[in-house]
Every structure is written in C-alpha cells, then in structure tokens.
C-alpha cells in the first residue's frame, strides 16, 4: 500500500500546476483556524500519516509542536485534533451537542452494517434507542452488579487454569488465558454460553475481534480524497474488507440462529423480566420481532451490528486492560508487592477466591487500574467526532473556528500523558491516584479513557468490573516472575483501533507457601 501511495504522491507533485488557480479564499477567509503543520497541495497532510501505525503517537508529536487544537487538511476533510484537557472539555462536555455526530467512513459502514452499531452510528433517535436499550440491559451498573456470579465464577476457572499451569511448571502464556477468560465472560453475558467447550469458539471470536478492530483503525485514503477511492481496490484494502465481512457476518449468523433456535424451543421470545441469566442476544431478538412503539426497530443486520460492536467494546477493552495492567506489574516488582499485600489482606475468611465484595477497601488496585488506563488506553484516539454545524472553541489563551463537517479527533493517550498535568507521565506509578479524585468517568478531561459526554463507551462498568475480579484474583492467588528469555519486557503497541500489546505475554505463575502470607 505505502508503495501506491507514494507513487500517488509523485503523480500530485508533478500535477501542481492544476492548483496555481486554486485559492483558499472567498468566504472562509476571515476564520482563524487552529495551527496547521504545512502540507502538500492537494493532499495537504496525508503524507503525514500515511505509514504511520500508531496514529496516535504520530498526532501526539506534531501537537507538541503545533499546539493542544491542531488542523489538519487530510484531502479535502478538515481534521480538528485536541490533545489537551480544557480542549476535550470544549468539545466533549461544553459543545457535546455540537460534537456528537460520526463521520461517514467506508470501512465502518462496510463492516458494521451501515454503521447500525452503537459506536459509529449517527447520532439520532435511532443511536439513543440503541444506547439506552444497551446500557438498560447490559452496559448499566445495575445490570453489571447482576452479573456478578458470572464475573465470580470466571475469575475462579481462571486461576484454576494458572494453578494448574503453575504446579506443572514453564512458562504460561498469559495473554492468551486472559483472552479466553474474557471470551467466557461475555459469552456467557451477551450469548448465555461460555466458550470453552464448544468446538471453535473461540476462534470464531477472534475473527470478531481482530479482523474489525485492525480495519476499523487503518487509514484509507478514499474517506479523504473520495476520487483516490480506487487506491483501496488496488492495494487490497477492500478485498481484505470484504473477507472479514463475510467471515464475521457467518459467525453473527450462527449466533442469531442459534439463539433464534433457543427462543423457539421456549415458546417465543424471552422478555425483559425473566431471570437475570437472559442473555442480552434474546433481548436484541425480542426486540427484533416485537414492535415497542419507539421511533426504531431492529431488523436482523441491526442485531449483527450490535452485538459485534459489543463484544469489541466490551470483551476486547477489558482485554487490553488486563494485559497492559499485568506487563506493568511484572515490570515494576514494587507495585506488584503493595497490591499482593492489600489484596492478600481483603481475602474473606482466609479463602484463595476473591470476591467482588471484598474489593470495597482494595484501593491500591483502583489505583493501579487507573494509571494502566491513562498509560494504556483501550482506544487511545477515542473514536471520531463531526461537528454538526459551524462552531468556535474558545479558550483564555486561543479562539479557533471549526468548520461545519469537520472531523474531530480526541487524542486521550497524549492528554493522558501530558507533562503539564502529570508529574513524571511517562512513569507507571500508581500512588498518584492515592487520595485523588480523578477518576476516568467523564468528569476530569486530563484522564479519559473512555472518553465523556453522549458519546461516551457505555461498557466502561462492565470493562472495570471484568478487570478488576481477574487482576484481584491472578494477583493475589499467585506470584509472578518473567521468564529468563523477556526480563526486558516487549512494551511495543499494535495497531489498529484498540491497542493491545503487540508481542504477546509469557509470564511464570508460582503458588505462594503460606509463609509468604498466603
């Protein structure tokens, strides 16, 4: 792909005397627009980011030396890029109204079905139905604290997977336990089944995960300059969309099906004061087959949309959580000490299981949760925003227009790691959030990892709380050590819309003897 573009890139700079006409002028000539890094005629800073993986590292570096509201033209798409608090704070809680649309990118509505999902659906009376039915049934803190046994049960199959590992000795491949962990968990949430067992499922979620989050967070050149939409069919951008479309179509399928099968066997549809135990997958299909009076109505590839869209938003984030957070502790012995001993601490009546109760006084884990948030972010651009009209954000130190359509983009991981906020921020040190009340819940813009306003991810309760009972419970049950052949530990990032760790973790689980404190 680098290899067309370039070329592309060739062909423009040869083709500049088809600009000498071209004038920025006329009516947008009194708009103080935010600083902009100079760009190339007609693709203007697109050659910036082309072959940039981590896009979020590239916008965090020309913001250092462009400014906290940046411009960039990308084609013919006006980009606002904020990296700073009191930026995100104008665009996400000020003029949340004025921000909350998406934009209109091919990859998400190839592979989200016309964007009917929660995360990139337009903002309207369909995207609220959607969101408030999620949160009600699923995402909300009173649906999060009925799924507890579930949570509960989990974290205990997986430390008795580790033990196991640990009492045969070598090298566990963490990542992966993690992976399947939260798999079973909102398999068992959304589906009402649990992935071990069934003959591949849990491939059939990683084609879910992996396929749609790389796509979703790779930059296609069609979506700026809509006449180079060509590029993708050659560099086979959309070939490779395609694919993952039907594979993952083929797996929502199954799941429908299945479900639709189970419903039937029960005489209709589950509705929504049956048991705890529904399965969010029978409340989307209730509400597929059943009019509610409401402005929307799911139809079968609204479902699909939703419930790929959720195992991403929740499964995948608590995923990245866990990792990052376990990396950070096996490199920091310090860290990992302290929270052994307040989880050791917490243990009802001297058993090995922790449960969520006895998390209320652990908050030295809240706090290294927190500085795995603000180091890791889940999705460290958040997702995009569009201003639905013309607006300013105004500041004591800068006034810049933003124009109607623009795309705006929230770099959390650079204002997560802004030294003029944070002491030492490149650091993993948990004790900063000893006694503070920041907290990632929308209300302190130097830390949102989950972004704020409307548009904020409605999984965060689920996400903390999956985290949480696992790390409690792997790092209390065990002590850890790096194998001998990673003692300078891989912190390399993948790319794509989530960002994982992109070299998988090994790690040593050893059963503490009681005189450890154990």
Request: with cysteine; hydrophobic share 45%; net charge neutral.
């Amino acid at each position: 792909m680098q290899g067309v573009l370039l070329l592309l890139l060739l062909v423009f700079i040869s083709s500049l005397f088809l600009l000498l006409s071209h004038r920025r002028g006329g009516k947008n000539s009194h708009c103080r627009f935010p600083p902009s890094p100079r760009g190339l005629p007609l693709v203007g800073n697109l050659h910036q980011l082309i072959g940039s993986k981590l896009h979020h590292h590239t916008l965090g570096a020309l913001a250092a030396v462009h400014g906290p509201v940046m411009l960039l033209r990308l084609g013919r798409l006006p980009v606002i890029v904020v990296s700073s608090a009191d930026a995100a704070q104008e665009v996400l809680q000020a003029q949340d109204h004025v921000f909350a649309g998406r934009p209109t990118l091919s990859v998400p509505r190839m592979l989200l079905y016309g964007c009917t999902d929660i995360a990139f659906a337009p903002y309207g009376p369909y995207w609220r139905g959607v969101r408030k039915m999620s949160v009600q049934h699923l995402l909300g803190p009173a649906r999060v604290r009925a799924t507890r046994a579930v949570r509960e049960q989990e974290a205990e199959a997986l430390v008795r997977r580790v033990a196991g590992h640990a009492d045969a000795g070598g090298v566990l491949r963490l990542s992966e336990v993690l992976v399947d962990y939260a798999k079973d968990v909102m398999g068992r949430i959304v589906l009402g089944t649990r992935a071990a067992g069934d003959d591949g499922w849990r491939a059939k979620l990683d084609v879910l995960m992996d396929d749609s989050i790389e796509l979703l967070g790779a930059f296609h050149v069609g979506d700026c300059l809509p006449w180079l939409s060509w590029v993708a069919d050659v560099d086979g951008t959309n070939a490779k969309t395609r694919r993952a479309f039907l594979n993952i179509d083929r797996i929502l399928d199954e799941i429908v099906d299945g479900a639709e099968r189970e419903m039937n066997h029960n005489d209709g549809a589950l509705h929504n004061n049956e048991a705890e135990e529904e399965a969010f997958v029978h409340v989307l299909l209730s509400l597929h087959k059943e009019p509610d009076g409401t402005e929307w109505r799911l139809n079968r590839d609204n479902v699909k949309a939703l419930l790929e869209d959720l195992f991403g938003a929740g499964m995948e984030a608590a995923i990245i959580v866990l990792e990052w957070a376990m990396a950070e502790l096996l490199r920091h012995k310090g860290a990992m000490k302290k929270l052994q001993h307040e989880i050791r601490q917490q243990q009802a009546n001297g058993g090995l299981m922790v449960r969520e109760q006895d998390l209320q006084g652990t908050e030295y884990l809240r706090c290294v949760v927190k500085e795995t948030l603000r180091l890791h972010s889940p999705a460290p651009l958040l997702l995009p925003h569009v201003a639905t009209q013309a607006t300013r954000i105004i500041n004591q130190r800068y006034e810049y227009d933003v124009p109607s359509n623009a795309m705006v983009i929230v770099n959390g991981w650079a204002i997560g790691r802004n030294p003029a906020t944070w002491e030492s921020p490149e650091e993993f040190r948990p004790e900063r959030f000893i006694g503070s009340e920041v907290d990632f819940r929308g209300q302190h813009f130097q830390f949102i990892p989950f972004g704020s306003g409307r548009r904020m991810c409605p999984a965060l309760n689920l996400t903390v709380a999956m985290v949480e009972i696992a790390l409690a419970n792997l790092v209390g049950r065990f002590d850890w050590a790096l194998p001998e052949e990673d003692k300078e530990l891989d912190m390399e990032e993948s790319p794509g819309l989530a960002v994982r760790k992109k070299v998988p973790l090994r790690a040593i689980a050893i059963v503490p003897s009681r005189s450890s404190g154990h």
